[in-house]
């Protein structure tokens, strides 16, 4: 099962901790970040960020001019993120995904960043996403194909160098392959226009650090790839009449 509680402890730490897989996370949104906001473009856009956590994305994207609203079922995450936002804040709601209390049609962009792989039914969040989405409008996604390699370097990697990896952080059945994720969102009328491999840079000087340390360093990043062999980013198009 699924550990989705670790969330709940974590407090500013999300911001600040080297010793933890969330500095993962952040290494993650210093990529995915300026990629977003180059995709939705200048224009300010209605935003929702679903499985916000403590603000990363969703304060990013309001501080760049986008109205945005974020959900999450953790409380604590919500608080720091309120507590980390700058003067032009997001919305922030404790939603759960499968049920979002928003009508129909009410976004020009939905983002589901590392939390399609966190839920037992990725397929229902994917379907309030569509419905929550304006024709034409876009779905960013993130999230980890199924694979020996993805096992061994999510998982255990994740697991055996960085020390207080909280016990099934992870859970290998959960993960996506690509071909699984168009299927589920053709399913609910949304085109993949998009994919991106993304993958850690390890370079000797930081597997070193990580492999006696056990922790992650504050040059650890991450990259864009054509290979879908681990994690992949990808936008879908909600389609209408000028997309089909």
Same mark, same amino acid.
């Given at each position: ?19 933890? =897989?969330?500095?993962?996370?952040? +290494?993650?949104? /210093?990529?995915? *970040?300026?990629?977003?906001? %180059?995709?939705? !473009? ?60 928003? =009508?129909?049609?009410?976004?020009? +962009?939905?983002? /589901?960043?590392? *939390?399609?792989?966190?839920? %037992?039914?990725? !397929? ?121």
């Amino acid at each position: 099962m699924i550990n989705n509680e670790f969330y709940n402890d974590l407090y500013e730490e999300w911001y600040t901790r080297s010793d933890h =897989p969330i500095a993962l996370l952040r +290494a993650e949104n /210093a990529i995915r *970040i300026p990629w977003i906001l %180059e995709k939705i !473009g200048s224009k300010p856009a209605q935003v929702l960020d679903i499985g916000c956590g403590a603000g990363f994305l969703a304060n990013a994207l309001a501080s760049s001019g986008h109205s945005v609203t974020g959900i999450d079922l953790s409380e604590p995450s919500l608080e720091i993120a309120k507590r980390f936002a700058s003067r032009k804040a997001p919305k922030y709601i404790r939603a759960n995904a499968y049920s979002l209390p928003f =009508p129909d049609g009410s976004f020009d +962009a939905v983002c /589901a960043m590392d *939390i399609l792989e966190h839920v %037992e039914e990725p !397929g229902l969040v994917i379907g309030e996403a569509a419905r929550m989405l304006k024709p034409g409008g876009q779905f960013f996604f993130h999230t980890f194909n199924r694979n020996w390699l993805s096992y061994f370097l999510v998982i255990k990697g994740v697991e055996w160098f960085v020390k207080n990896t909280p016990p099934n952080m992870h859970v290998y059945p959960l993960f996506i392959t690509p071909g699984e994720m168009k299927d589920l969102c053709l399913l609910y009328k949304l085109e993949v226009t998009d994919l991106l491999g993304f993958q850690p840079k390890l370079t000797p000087k930081t597997c070193l650090h990580m492999a006696f340390k056990r922790t992650v360093p504050s040059t650890f990043s991450f990259s864009f790839t054509n290979k879908l062999r681990t994690g992949y980013c990808g936008i879908a198009r909600k389609k209408s009449s000028m997309f089909r």
